[in-house]
């Protein structure tokens, strides 16, 4: 990746990054480690919220990390063999970076946090669409902020995120069949541990519907 496309953007946003008050550099220091555990929280919501659902939404629910797992050691692997400079080192005239530079050998391209972040917007949309609204600006900030504590070039996150949103989408829409037939079977296995794993499904539902219709 020729680096040196976006490397007066880079400058642009990480001179304006000094310019802005000290609360607002921590806080931007801070949402680039604390994006990640939000996204986190949001998967064990999406699935506890699929558990009564049909198999299908469960399985995109469970695969929500897991794709975005896979999206991650993708972005590992092409960064291991593209092996681009941080900007923060390779950029001539530019200030120090918020946060310390990623030592040699933490390559650049593609940005893991923007890849991970795109990738968990998109497979949590994908569970539950309206996320989208939350979830894609919560991406978007995430990869920004990367530019703008100096550690990533612009093309690094917006590569990142399209490679961990279409990798992500790949890999729910590849398993989510038989992930869901593996959830049907947990259903009736009878085993307490594989039903809090893959929820009761609707059979619960129908049955507590029953049970009320009954008592009346």
């Not at 946003?13 to 949001?42: K, M, N």
Request: one cysteine or more; a neutral charge.
């Amino acid at each position: 990746m020729n680096s040196s496309a976006t490397s007066d953007l880079y400058r642009d946003i990480t001179d304006f990054a000094r310019t802005t008050p000290s609360w607002f550099q921590h806080l931007a220091e801070l949402w680039t480690e604390a994006g990640l555990l939000l996204f986190g929280v949001f998967f064990i919501a999406v699935w506890w919220y699929a558990r009564p659902a049909g198999a299908r939404a469960v399985a995109v629910a469970v695969l929500a990390p897991l794709a975005t797992a896979v999206a991650y050691v993708c972005s590992e692997l092409t960064k291991s063999a593209l092996t681009e400079e941080r900007p923060c080192r390779a950029v001539a005239g530019a200030g120090a970076s918020l946060i310390p530079c990623p030592p040699v050998g933490d390559w650049s391209f593609p940005s893991n946090h923007a890849t991970i972040a795109g990738a968990a917007a998109i497979a949590l949309a994908l569970a539950r669409p309206v996320l989208a609204y939350l979830t894609v600006p919560m991406a978007l900030l995430m990869a920004f902020s990367r530019v703008f504590v100096g550690v990533h070039y612009p093309h690094d996150v917006a590569v990142g995120l399209v490679f961990g949103g279409v990798v992500a989408t790949l890999v729910v829409l590849a398993a989510a069949r038989p992930v869901g037939a593996l959830v049907g079977t947990m259903r009736t296995s009878g085993s307490s541990l594989a039903l809090l794993l893959a929820g009761p499904g609707h059979r619960a539902r129908t049955a507590d519907h029953v049970a009320v219709t009954e008592r009346v």
